[in-house]
């Protein structure tokens, strides 16, 4: 496991953006697939966006596709998601994820097994 810490979160007006980084602990993180997941209030965490440990995979959810773009820094341990045009509908807390070592980019939950705090994300009318 890795320890993951976010940031970037805020509030932002409706068509704003904001970029979320996420910095991961250890030696591992260019050797796992991140992702970022959301929850609402009231609502059950849902999947956001997905990259592979290469960086050339990436899926995004259907509400992200197109707004949304998910990115990776090896180097500096740090996975990114930069969101444009964002809604009332997108304030969550958003969280980061590393999967296991070496296994592709997935939208399943349970595939990962280290969790950030999560960063706040609010979008105003």
């Known amino acids: 496991q890795v320890q993951l810490v976010e940031s970037g979160g805020g509030l932002v007006q409706a068509g704003g953006s904001l970029r979320l980084s996420c910095v991961a602990s250890?030696?591992?993180?260019?050797?796992?697939?991140m992702a970022w997941f959301r929850q609402a209030p009231g609502k059950e965490r849902e999947f956001v966006a997905t990259?592979?440990?290469?960086?050339?995979?990436?899926r995004y959810a259907d509400f992200a596709q197109g707004r949304f773009t998910v990115a990776r820094d090896n180097a500096a341990n740090t996975v990114y998601l930069q969101m444009i045009d964002l809604k009332p509908e997108d304030t969550a807390v958003y969280y980061c994820?590393?999967?296991?070592?070496?296994?592709?980019?997935?939208?399943?939950?349970?595939?990962?097994?280290?969790w950030g705090q999560g960063t706040q994300v609010t979008v105003s009318s």
């Open positions: 994820a590393a999967g296991r070592l070496g296994r592709g980019a997935t939208m399943t939950a349970p595939e990962y097994d280290s």
């Open positions: 250890g030696r591992t993180f260019s050797r796992r697939p």
């Open positions: 990259i592979s440990w290469i960086g050339g995979d990436t």
